[in-house]
């Protein structure tokens, strides 16, 4: 259908004149990276949320649902555990350091030469989680434009959300998250009430674990996911947006209590889908197109596009800013931008490999949790109050790499790829920094 099609070009354009209004506001780098750290609890709130739900969540949870059932929601669930834990132990430390990024956080705790290395390591690894909202995006066009390859739907999306990112900065994207979360809402809302009649949406019983879905799978979550929302330069870079610690550390607590429903209604809507309306493609798209045919699943779609823009942008944007300000040592908008596009091209090469979602997250995750997370949350911790010894903290993040390759390499025939193997490279991390710690001679007490 015509209207269909031109409804979507208006959508995209919509976004492409916001972040071209947004240019005026920019007056400076940190205008540019954190939105002059002027950003409200209820921005912040929203815009959290908004980067959560993203292609894994609508896309990779809901397709999923049918094989896994109601365990599906720990992918989502576990990130609300990371967020909780956030606001609790590090969020008010992460603000008042006043940093822009993860890494110039690390340069803080630890050294120019850690910061390098985890610069690298996120810097690398997030142009996996760009490329699968890029597919994801390509995934939703596809249901509207049957005809067209999927590969050309995922290069026309991703290069309207590269031109996006890249001329309105932190402004656009914070400033639009509000918005796309109500489209979120009703993304997750309007299938939920239009399978909530049918008796076949009740037919999976309710179980946190099941025989598809069991405790290692849990622990694989809680520890790589959830570690991914704890200490992640997404979620840190919301905080670094706040107008002040307090505010921010209540952002994050609200986020992680209101990840709860909505990972329980993103999983029943895909189990709906399952029983419902069961095939290829989106599965929330099928659903509503079931009940309530192509205007619904226009609606819907617009939702589901926000999430994976409100995802895409933040990922995009701060990687662009380590490379640019971690890894090159440059304090540029220009820069960014530059790498802006550079992260983009490689991001789209990547989804068009048409790697599964939930693995090409999980791949991600497994590099980046025990190569960072352990020994930055020591730190943050720690510093304050013990002389940490920065040396053990290098071990901790060897042991941490070496963990995460060896779970997407294996050994030899020996050792089988397996994502336990990052586990307990994070296990193994944290004694190390947490020894590193200990060893630590205490620091004087300020005043005395």
Not at 50 to 72: D, L, Y
Not at 205 to 230: C, H, Q, R, S
Not at 276 to 303: D, H, T
Not at 331 to 342: D, P, T, Y
Request: a positive charge.
């Amino acid at each position: 259908m015509v209207w269909v099609k031109v409804v979507f070009v208006l959508y995209w354009a919509v976004f492409l004149w916001l972040a071209w209004r947004k240019r005026k506001y920019i007056h400076s780098y940190e205008d540019y990276v954190v939105a002059g750290r002027s950003q409200s609890g209820n921005l912040v709130w929203f815009s959290l949320l908004a980067t959560a739900i993203g292609a894994t969540a609508f896309v990779g949870m809901t397709n999923s649902a049918g094989k896994i059932g109601w365990p599906i929601f720990w992918w989502l669930g576990v990130g609300a555990i990371g967020l909780g834990l956030q606001a609790w132990l590090l969020t008010l430390r992460v603000r008042e350091r006043g940093v822009n990024t993860l890494p110039q956080l690390v340069e803080n705790l630890v050294g120019k030469a850690a910061a390098r290395f985890v610069a690298l390591v996120i810097a690398l690894s997030w142009i996996g989680i760009v490329a699968a909202q890029f597919k994801a995006m390509g995934d939703v066009m596809g249901m509207f434009w049957p005809d067209v390859d999927s590969r050309i739907l995922i290069v026309v999306s991703a290069v309207v959300m590269i031109l996006y990112t890249l001329v309105g900065g932190q402004m656009s994207v914070m400033a639009t998250d509000r918005w796309q979360f109500l489209l979120i809402l009703v993304a997750i809302g309007f299938p939920l009430v239009l399978g909530l009649g049918d008796k076949r949406s009740y037919e999976v019983p309710f179980m946190f674990l099941n025989e598809t879905f069991g405790w290692k799978d849990f622990l694989i979550y809680l520890v790589l996911t959830g570690g991914a929302y704890f200490v992640g330069p997404d979620m840190f870079s919301r905080a670094f947006c706040a107008r002040d610690g307090k505010t921010a550390q209540r952002a994050v607590a609200w986020a992680a209590v209101g990840l709860v429903p909505l990972a329980l209604g993103i999983a029943w809507v895909g189990i709906m889908a399952f029983r419902i309306a069961p095939g290829e493609g989106v599965a929330l798209l099928r659903l509503v197109g079931e009940k309530a045919g192509m205007a619904g699943q226009v609606v819907v779609a617009f939702g589901i596009l926000s999430a994976l823009v409100s995802s895409a942008d933040t990922t995009l944007l701060s990687s662009a800013t380590i490379w640019n300000q971690d890894v090159f040592r440059k304090k540029s908008v220009m820069g960014i931008q530059v790498a802006i596009v550079g992260i983009g091209i490689f991001a789209i090469v990547l989804a068009l490999l048409n790697t599964p979602l939930l693995q090409m997250l999980l791949n991600v995750y497994s590099l980046y949790v025990p190569a960072v997370v352990p020994a930055t949350t020591v730190a943050l911790l720690f510093m304050e109050r013990r002389k940490i010894r920065r040396e053990w903290l290098w071990v901790a993040m060897g042991i941490g790499t070496l963990g995460g390759i060896l779970s997407l390499t294996g050994l030899f025939s020996w050792l089988k790829p397996d994502r336990i193997l990052a586990v307990y490279g994070v296990l193994g991390a944290s004694v190390f920094s947490l020894v590193g710690a200990m060893m630590g001679e205490k620091n004087a007490r300020r005043g005395t």
